[in-house]
């Protein structure tokens, strides 16, 4: 069964601290996707990147990066030089592969990160 | 581009109603998958329905239902409402099945008294 962790329940930083939140998955499967989201206090869970299994370079978008090791099944993401609007709950997600179409989404516990300034 | 849109915003029932919410996707999206969201269980795949089809189904009661009508719309349907049924109900749409980025609404929050 697939299933997702992030340990970190909670993470409080300074603003234009770097900060990185942790993500460790389990599936079975050899073809999957991994996810990030983010979920401002608005509530809205917005899109931030997507990783296929067989896609193990590390991303840099802005402050933003990822970290994909499938050794460790870890797919961490890190923000440099925080800011205040930073602060949501992020979530790590995992797809499975079903046939040809059909995704169920696992998402892990989320973890609620404040900037503080 | 119009983001997804789920009506209504908020809604409060009593225990043994039914209740049905609507999501309309993003234009030319096909794909529609509904989440439960709450403190205790956090974000819970309810289903995927794609071109009128259930594609995918968590691991929720029969009260939880859907469907989904030819322009992509879909509703969900939950029956005999439980108090646990309290939560922030999500859907997210996609281009097409199959592991896309999905896009959320704001959600129907759900409260049962």
């Known amino acids: 069964a697939q299933k997702v962790t992030q340990a970190q329940t909670e993470i409080s930083v300074v603003e234009k601290e770097d900060v990185t939140l942790d993500c460790v998955y389990e599936t079975r499967d050899t073809t999957y996707y991994l996810f990030w989201y983010k979920q401002p206090p608005s509530g809205e869970l917005v899109f931030l990147i997507r990783r296929n299994s067989f896609d193990e370079q590390n991303e840099i978008s802005g402050r933003y990066s990822w970290n994909f090791q499938k050794s460790t099944s870890s797919f961490n993401f890190t923000i440099t030089a925080s800011q205040v609007v930073d602060s949501a709950v992020y979530f790590c997600a995992l797809s499975e592969a079903h046939g040809n179409y059909g995704q169920n989404f696992v998402f892990g516990p989320g973890t609620r990160l404040s900037v503080l300034p | 581009k119009a983001g997804v849109t789920q009506t209504p915003r908020y809604l409060i029932k009593t225990r043994g109603q039914q209740v049905t919410l609507s999501c309309s996707p993003i234009?030319?999206?096909?794909?529609v998958s509904w989440y439960q969201q709450t403190p205790g269980q956090g974000l819970q795949f309810l289903f995927e329905?794609?071109?009128?089809?259930?594609?995918n189904k968590g691991n929720f009661p029969g009260r939880f239902s859907g469907r989904q009508f030819s322009n992509s719309r879909s509703e969900m349907n939950v029956s005999t409402l439980e108090l646990g049924d309290s939560a922030l109900y999500l859907c997210?749409?996609?281009?097409?099945?199959?592991?896309?980025?999905?896009?959320f609404g704001d959600g129907t929050r759900l409260s049962i008294l």
């Open positions: 329905y794609f071109s009128e089809t259930q594609r």
């Open positions: 997210a749409s996609s281009s097409r099945a199959g592991h896309q980025p999905q896009h």
């Open positions: 234009s030319g999206h096909r794909s």
